[in-house]
């Protein structure tokens, strides 16, 4: 077996609309093409032996055990690849259930798709499943041992991709609520929402938390001040810069006992609590010199720890926090009753799990030779011996939920002191022998003030109710149910998505909104251009939707991008199909026409119930994609008696009509014409209808969302098929006594439209320049020689600079095919070089003839007609 390719798929695409994250591989059987799994002597054997729990996949017999029917039976490598892939996933924790297998065009070699949760622990899962076949295919068995450390890897790639709990249990609140969310490029930044609507966050900071309240809380002396200026419990000390002003200190703090911390520490480093002489003392002011310069002395407050977790001013969560400690059973030393404890599969390395893993430090010696015991000790069953001094989850601290425990009055303290301090989400560190009684009469303390606190305590207590304080962060950011969403307008098809694109965001402009829109051209947010080049795949969509100012984003949605990574957003608004045609077939898997439009029907399907997917009529493809979609479907159609959109708009639904002349929205009895064809210039007087089809696309697209017919008409009457709004669709010049025109058609479909065009110009001569890219089908060139027979009276058949792997000339042959065979007499040369061909066309064109250019650069192509002097460009032609 050979691996051709391995893409990764991150939205709505071909083989799911609602699955996004999944794995396509291109897999060669290679010299398993003709064998089923029956016929390999000892697979079924081994692949038992090396994967037990694959027992447990259903697949298509229904039931436990069903695949492993199959396997015996005989299937193939590819769907027995993508069951050991699932299963290897699932093995290292990550539960994962979707997959596909499908042959391709060519035999012996298949896609196999697999779902993933982690993009590169699915690369990984799909490359070891077939190592894994492949072994017990050439040796009967896969080493234990090598599974064993692919599922290492696995759970190493898994974790180390993980957000941290408090960031995972924000995300999954926003997923539950319907709010996409998007990991940004750096400092572990996470976008909820999208363009103006979006919120951030950072672990558990937020786009609203201010830098002051930060800094303050940051500096634990400075908020000590303030709360103590404030009249709030803080425990009594000062601080220190030099180990000869300890003595002091500690008289000033009332004497032992006492506790040492660096000033500006965290997570407990550094810290001793409960020094009770000299000595201790001593040692602490070293160990906490090694984090800060300035030392904090404090006296000691007995109590327990709590955390008291403030969300937008409300307390939302408490909890005790044990610090780590073990429960003697009367059999096992201390020693081994920690690495016991240890073993608890929710204690991990620092923050990434529940509990972290106990780790001994210097204070934990002294504190169990307090307790008069050492590592060696037998405690008797029931004791419990405390190992760390400060209760910080991430030194192996334990929580207990006591949210319902606290006094009113604590609750309002707690409150008032967050406000004071200044920030959106904290946590107070709270000592006190009592949190169910007011801290003023049982001399508790506020100890700190902490931004960005972590969640772990309250969303996976070890003991009591777990509180869901994400779902207060997520309240804060998005109260009353406020949006975290823009309009998503995607569109797509074969021919013209640039052109409907522009016009509908330029349409949408009228509602005075900022529209963020991709085109095949470039990026573009209102007026501005962001980034030229092709910019119809999820990346450039995510450019769009992750615009802090973009309030609409309309999205060319190309076939390559769908294929390759699926729709760069999660579901639209509206969803545009304009036309399926033969192009780029033979790419990607995509080999006829029907998956094609399966394909293209992606941009339909992925969209709100309570969206729209605008859909041609004309176009049966198109149509049967209402019956996929669970969107409203509103169509649109040339054809005024169009059967179909008749019952459509007679039961309630939606149109765009092109009748009588007018481009008209239609709903029921009432038809509302928006403006007639020849006043709107990108029809170029009413005379290109493929273009009157674009804006009938784009005024539904727009009318479905709630754009006025004014507005509409105002967009279409102001939208010229310019260069500069345009370029490369329809440029018409006048160039004295002859026209030229330039054009971006470059399949049959669209060749076919602009023939339409074409034909029309009846003043004098049609001269084409044509040709196409490279990596088109043999017939499609033929095709094109054929359409251009019939549309021009003298034909330059060129090639473009990049043969996209063609031998020069191939193309201009086929194509010169096409021509004779429709008619022999047809007046053509070929002249490969572009920039030679166009210079030859604009020579030789006599008056009043119209120079048409198909060009592989639109840019040089304008430039070449604009060296010739005196041009004009024309927007509307007489
Ligand atoms: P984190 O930011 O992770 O909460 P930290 O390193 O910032 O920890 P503090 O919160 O100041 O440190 O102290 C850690 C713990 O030590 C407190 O939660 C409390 O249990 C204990 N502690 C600190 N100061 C005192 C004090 N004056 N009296 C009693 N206990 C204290
Ligand atoms: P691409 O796949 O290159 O991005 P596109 O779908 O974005 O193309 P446009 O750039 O808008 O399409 O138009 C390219 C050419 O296709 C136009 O110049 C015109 O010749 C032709 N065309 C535009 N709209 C249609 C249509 N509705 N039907 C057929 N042909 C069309
Ligand atoms: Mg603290
Ligand atoms: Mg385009």
Redesign the pocket.
């Given at each position: 077996m050979r691996i051709l390719k391995i893409q990764t798929l991150r939205g709505p695409n071909y083989w799911s609309i609602r699955r996004h994250k999944l794995i396509v591989m291109r897999l060669d059987l290679e010299n398993l093409a003709e064998t089923p799994s029956n016929q390999i002597p000892g697979f079924y054997e081994g692949l038992v032996e090396a994967l037990p729990s694959l027992e447990g996949h259903y697949c298509s017999p229904g039931c436990r055990g069903g695949f492993l029917m199959r396997v015996k039976e005989g299937t193939m490598m590819g769907h027995i690849v993508e069951h050991v892939a699932l299963e290897l996933q699932e093995l290292a924790g990550m539960h994962v259930g979707f997959g596909r297998t499908r042959e391709t065009a060519t035999p012996g070699i298949f896609q196999v798709v697999i779902e993933y949760l982690n993009e590169e622990a699915g690369r990984y899962s799909a490359r070891a499943a077939v190592r894994l076949c492949q072994s017990i295919v050439d040796r009967g068995r896969y080493p234990k041992a090598e599974l064993e450390q692919d599922i290492l890897d696995l759970q190493d790639l898994w974790r180390e991709s993980s957000l941290g709990p408090s960031t995972e249990a924000i995300i999954k609140e926003a997923e539950k609520r319907g709010i996409p969310w998007t990991q940004l490029s750096a400092r572990f930044l996470i976008q909820l929402g999208y363009g103006v609507n979006q919120k951030r966050i950072q672990a558990t900071m937020t786009g609203n938390t201010g830098i002051l309240g930060v800094e303050l809380a940051c500096d634990k002396e400075a908020t000590k001040r303030i709360l103590a200026a404030s009249g709030a419990p803080v425990p009594k000390g000062t601080v220190i810069n030099f180990f000869d002003d300890l003595e002091e200190a500690i008289e000033y703090v009332g004497g032992y006992p006492i506790v040492i911390k660096p000033s500006d520490g965290n997570h407990g480093r550094g810290i001793t609590i409960d020094i009770r002489d000299w000595d201790e003392a001593e040692a602490a002011y070293e160990s906490a010199r090694l984090i800060s310069r300035s030392i904090i002395v404090e006296r000691y407050y007995p109590g327990r720890d709590h955390r008291v977790l403030v969300v937008d001013g409300k307390v939302v969560a408490v909890a005790e926090r044990v610090p780590a400690h073990v429960v003697g059973d009367g059999r096992s030393t201390i020693a081994q009753l920690i690495e016991e404890t240890n073993q608890d599969p929710n204690r991990g390395e620092g923050h990434d799990n529940i509990l972290t893993k106990i780790e001994l430090d210097r204070s934990s010696y002294q504190l169990l030779e307090r307790q008069g015991l050492t590592l060696k000790s037998v405690p008797p069953k029931g004791t419990i011996c405390y190992l760390r001094a400060t209760a910080n989850l991430s030194t192996g601290g334990s929580a207990i939920d006591r949210t319902d425990e606290i006094h009113p009055e604590n609750v309002w303290l707690a409150q008032r002191v967050v406000k004071i301090i200044g920030l959106d989400v904290a946590g107070l560190d709270i000592v006190t022998t009592d949190i169910s009684r007011p801290l003023r009469e049982v001399d508790g303390v506020i100890v700190e003030v902490n931004a960005a606190p972590g969640f772990r305590m309250h969303v996976a207590p070890s003991q009591g109710i777990p509180r869901n304080v994400a779902g207060a962060v997520i309240d804060m950011l998005f109260p009353h149910e406020q949006s975290s969403r823009i309009p998503i307008l995607s569109i797509t098809?074969?021919?013209?998505?640039?052109?409907?694109?522009?016009l509908l965001a330029h349409i949408y402009k009228q509602t005075g909104k900022v529209i963020g829109y991709t085109?095949?051209d470039g990026t573009y947010i209102g007026e501005y251009l962001v980034e030229s080049g092709?910019n119809?795949g999820p990346q450039s969509a995510h450019v769009i939707l992750e615009d802090p100012t973009v309030e609409v984003a309309v999205l060319?949605t190309?076939r390559g991008g769908i294929l390759r990574s699926g729709v760069g957003f999660d579901m639209a608004n509206v969803g545009v199909v304009?036309?399926v045609?033969a192009?780029h077939l033979g790419i990607g898997d995509i080999d006829t026409i029907e998956q094609l439009a399966n394909l293209k029907s992606v941009v339909a399907e992925a969209v709100f119930p309570d969206g729209y997917a605008v859909l041609n009529a004309d176009d049966h493809r198109v149509a049967a994609m209402a019956q996929k979609t669970k969107a409203n479907v509103a169509y649109f159609t040339m054809n005024p008696d169009a059967e179909l959109v008749r019952q459509h708009v007679q039961q309630g639904g939606v149109a765009a009509v092109y009748e009588n002349g007018y481009l008209s929205i239609v709903k029921g009895d009432w038809t509302h014409r928006i403006e007639r064809a020849e006043n709107i210039p990108l029809t170029m007087g009413g005379r290109a209808g493929?273009?009157i089809?674009?804006a009938l696309a784009a005024s539904l697209a727009a009318f479905v969302q709630d754009v006025t017919i004014e507005q509409i008409r105002a967009g279409l009457k102001t939208f010229r098929a310019s260069v500069s709004q345009?370029p490369?669709?329809?440029n018409l010049f006048n160039l004295g006594k002859y026209h030229a025109l330039v054009?971006?058609?470059?399949n049959p479909?669209?060749?076919?439209?602009?023939g339409s065009f074409v034909r029309n110009w009846t003043t004098g001569e049609r001269i084409g320049v044509v040709g196409g890219p490279g990596d088109r089908r043999d017939e499609d060139f033929v095709t094109l020689g054929k359409l251009s027979a019939e549309i021009f009276d003298y034909i330059i058949v060129k090639e473009d600079d990049d043969t996209r792997g063609r031998s020069r000339g191939s193309a201009a042959e086929l194509i010169t095919n096409g021509i004779t065979q429709v008619n022999p007499n047809c007046r053509y040369e070929s002249v490969l070089d572009e920039t030679t061909a166009i210079n030859q066309a604009l020579d030789m064109a006599p008056d009043n003839s119209l120079v048409v250019i198909l060009p592989e650069s639109v840019n040089r192509a304008i430039k070449l007609i604009k060296l010739r002097g005196l041009v004009t460009e024309e927007v509307q032609p007489q």
């Open positions: 098809g074969t021919n013209g998505k640039t052109t409907t694109t522009r085109t095949t092709d119809t060319e190309a304009l036309n045609a192009d493929f273009m089809a674009n345009t490369g669709r329809m054009d971006y058609a470059h479909a669209s060749y076919e439209a602009l």
